[in-house]
């Protein structure tokens, strides 16, 4: 079998499995990682190799600079307290407990290794959950915690994850002379970020065609990746702080039609990465049993599910834990900053916790000799795949039983920033006189006078006309479609009246079906 037949087959399957998720409202990652195992024992399978120093950047810089762009700084600094208690605390906390199971079941790992083994089965990819939690409306403080972990945690657990592989290395560990190198990477990190992010903005200003401004992403990622990991300050911190600052930097400068098309590549390359990675440790998966004895399988299990116990009961202990301490400071010394969560928002948060690309690329980084190399990538996989099953398919029936609401503050801010912003277009024409001009303004005032009917002042999601528009679209996209047919117009021509109407369409507001 070719090597891109079998990419083009493996995409196929994982567009359909994609479909079946969407419509059980179950976490999407899951799925690929009950398709991962099933690869790995098809015969004649290819099983195309990594180099561990690339994996982290190919899987990991990509689907954090999206994260961080889709984040809001705001709602990070407002959460900031239980956000650093996951990415801390949960995180230092569940790769100790870790690294102790897997000693204590494997007496001849090395503690390193052991730490290695924690740090990469200790951060939660948030994205496994948020993909069911898009299909229900929970309360956004939480979503923000959630979101807020997966950009941080991973940073916290690559620096575990670094300096445990140099201790591994090395056969020793000394604070002294690991603090400084620490210090640098975080505050290297968090600096760089920012700075190149100017750069980067006030230099795309003049890119202007869209598949040259895709590219020019692209490779600023990765080479954003690589530089820092050359010269030893966080990767994941300066991908994380530049997403967030390009943010906030670029609506002002770049073009509505080259954020559509550079959204739209994102979101595909994002999937593609997602399923590369799934498939690539599921292929690690078939050798490594293949050269176990029944009862290194056996004891294999044992550890994976040693492993996979601990990362979910430590996880609970330590958000409800955290919880009970945030409501006594808070009955006993008064508020720092927003109320703490409820018992249920806890457990919510706490069993959102499933793992996923983050710990496949870091298992997949693992260098060719390290110790006991085939358990921990094996106990890794487990992990995900336990998690993403059980925890990914009851995390919908939780909810549920939870009944959690939302006030809904993000659709409330939506609304009246949509009032402001309609009431800043129909002023701008106050000086047309055209027939033009007043059809818009009477469009703009309907809008608006629904808005101030509205208790909270929401405008509506769609103008009036919306509708209609899309009608109408729909009618003249017939027609030239039957002049083509009818070879009374050719195809050029159809393709420039084709994107014309498609850039009329999308003028409207999206229907709420379509909407993202």
Same mark, same amino acid.
Request: some cysteine.
């Given at each position: 079998? /070719?090597?891109?037949?079998?990419?083009?087959?493996?995409?196929?399957?994982?567009?359909?499995? *994609?479909? =079946?998720?969407?419509?059980?409202?179950?976490?999407?990652?899951?799925?690929?990682?009950?398709?991962?195992?099933?690869?790995?024992?098809?015969?004649?399978?290819?099983?195309?190799?990594?180099?561990?120093?690339?994996?982290?950047? /190919?899987?990991?810089?990509?689907?954090?600079? +999206?994260?961080?762009?889709?984040?809001?700084?705001?709602?990070?600094?407002?959460?900031?307290?239980?956000?650093?208690?996951?990415?801390?605390?949960?995180?230092?906390?569940?790769?100790?407990?870790?690294?102790?199971? *897997?000693?204590?079941?494997?007496?001849?790992?090395?503690?390193?290794?052991?730490?290695?083994?924690?740090?990469?089965?200790?951060?939660?990819?948030?994205?496994?959950?948020?993909?069911?939690?898009?299909?229900?409306?929970?309360?956004?403080?939480?979503?923000?915690?959630?979101?807020?972990?997966?950009?941080?945690?991973?940073?916290?657990?690559?620096?575990?994850?670094?300096?445990?592989?140099?201790?591994?290395?090395?056969?020793?560990?000394?604070?002294?002379?690991?603090?400084?190198?620490?210090?640098?990477?975080? =505050?290297?990190?968090?600096?760089?970020?920012?700075?190149? *992010?100017?750069?980067?903005?006030?230099?795309?200003?003049?890119?202007?065609?869209?598949?040259?401004?895709? =590219? /020019?992403?692209?490779?600023?990622?990765?080479?954003?990746?690589?530089?820092?990991?050359?010269?030893?300050?966080?990767?994941?911190?300066?991908?994380?702080?530049?997403?967030?600052?390009?943010?906030?930097?670029?609506?002002?400068?770049?073009?509505?039609?080259?954020?559509?098309?550079?959204?739209?590549?994102?979101?595909?390359?994002?999937?593609?990465?997602?399923?590369?990675?799934?498939?690539?440790?599921?292929?690690?998966?078939?050798?490594?049993?293949?050269?176990?004895?029944?009862?290194?399988?056996?004891?294999?299990?044992?550890?994976?599910?040693?492993?996979?116990?601990?990362?979910?009961?430590?996880? /609970?202990?330590?958000?409800?834990?955290?919880?009970?301490?945030?409501?006594?400071?808070?009955?006993?010394?008064?508020?720092?900053?927003?109320?703490?969560?409820?018992?249920?928002?806890?457990?919510?948060? *706490?069993?959102?916790?499933?793992?996923?690309?983050?710990?496949?690329?870091?298992?997949?980084?693992?260098?060719?000799?390290?110790?006991?190399?085939?358990?921990?990538?094996?106990?890794?996989?487990? =992990?995900?795949?336990?998690?993403?099953?059980?925890?990914?398919?009851?995390?919908?029936?939780?909810?549920?039983?939870?009944?959690?609401?939302?006030?809904?503050?993000?659709?409330?801010?939506?609304?009246?920033?949509?009032?402001?912003?309609?009431?800043?277009?129909?002023?701008?024409?106050? +000086?047309?006189?055209?027939?033009?001009?007043?059809?818009?303004?009477?469009?703009?005032?309907?809008?608006?006078?629904?808005?101030?009917?509205?208790?909270?002042?929401?405008?509506?999601?769609?103008?009036?006309?919306?509708?209609?528009?899309?009608?109408?679209?729909?009618?003249?996209?017939?027609?030239?479609?039957?002049?083509?047919?009818?070879?009374?117009?050719?195809?050029?021509?159809?393709?420039?009246?084709?994107?014309?109407?498609?850039?009329?369409?999308?003028?409207?507001?999206?229907?709420?079906?379509?909407?993202?």
């Amino acid at each position: 079998m /070719l090597i891109f037949e079998w990419i083009a087959g493996v995409l196929v399957v994982a567009v359909l499995l *994609a479909g =079946v998720a969407r419509r059980l409202g179950a976490p999407f990652p899951a799925f690929l990682a009950i398709g991962g195992v099933v690869l790995a024992f098809v015969p004649q399978v290819p099983r195309p190799g990594l180099d561990p120093d690339l994996a982290l950047a /190919l899987f990991l810089a990509p689907v954090l600079l +999206d994260a961080a762009y889709d984040t809001s700084l705001r709602d990070l600094k407002r959460n900031w307290m239980p956000i650093a208690g996951l990415v801390v605390g949960a995180v230092g906390v569940t790769t100790v407990a870790v690294a102790l199971v *897997a000693r204590w079941l494997v007496p001849d790992l090395p503690l390193a290794a052991g730490i290695v083994l924690g740090a990469i089965v200790a951060p939660p990819d948030a994205v496994a959950a948020l993909s069911v939690l898009a299909h229900l409306r929970l309360p956004h403080r939480l979503v923000t915690i959630l979101k807020g972990e997966s950009l941080f945690n991973d940073a916290s657990s690559l620096l575990i994850y670094r300096l445990a592989l140099g201790a591994v290395a090395t056969g020793s560990f000394s604070v002294a002379e690991v603090a400084p190198t620490f210090l640098i990477g975080v =505050v290297g990190g968090l600096v760089a970020g920012p700075v190149l *992010a100017m750069l980067y903005v006030r230099l795309m200003r003049r890119v202007t065609d869209p598949p040259s401004l895709v =590219v /020019l992403q692209f490779v600023a990622t990765f080479g954003l990746w690589l530089a820092a990991e050359r010269v030893e300050v966080s990767g994941v911190l300066t991908v994380v702080s530049f997403g967030l600052t390009v943010s906030r930097l670029s609506p002002q400068t770049m073009p509505a039609h080259l954020r559509v098309t550079s959204n739209t590549v994102w979101e595909t390359a994002v999937f593609v990465l997602n399923v590369l990675a799934f498939v690539l440790i599921g292929l690690q998966i078939g050798p490594i049993l293949e050269g176990l004895s029944p009862e290194e399988r056996r004891h294999t299990a044992v550890v994976a599910a040693a492993v996979f116990a601990t990362t979910v009961v430590v996880r /609970l202990a330590w958000v409800l834990g955290a919880r009970a301490v945030a409501r006594l400071w808070h009955r006993l010394f008064g508020p720092v900053g927003p109320a703490p969560i409820g018992l249920r928002s806890g457990t919510t948060v *706490a069993w959102c916790g499933m793992r996923g690309v983050v710990t496949i690329a870091l298992a997949l980084a693992l260098p060719g000799d390290f110790p006991h190399r085939d358990l921990v990538v094996l106990t890794a996989f487990c =992990v995900v795949l336990g998690t993403l099953v059980i925890q990914g398919l009851t995390l919908r029936p939780l909810l549920a039983w939870f009944s959690l609401g939302d006030d809904d503050p993000v659709g409330i801010e939506i609304g009246r920033a949509r009032a402001a912003a309609y009431r800043a277009a129909r002023d701008s024409l106050a +000086d047309e006189t055209s027939p033009h001009a007043e059809a818009l303004r009477r469009e703009f005032d309907a809008a608006l006078s629904e808005a101030e009917d509205h208790d909270e002042g929401l405008a509506p999601e769609s103008l009036p006309a919306d509708r209609l528009r899309r009608r109408a679209v729909e009618a003249a996209r017939a027609v030239i479609l039957s002049l083509r047919e009818r070879d009374e117009i050719g195809d050029d021509a159809y393709l420039r009246l084709e994107e014309e109407l498609d850039w009329t369409e999308l003028s409207a507001t999206p229907r709420e079906e379509v909407a993202p």
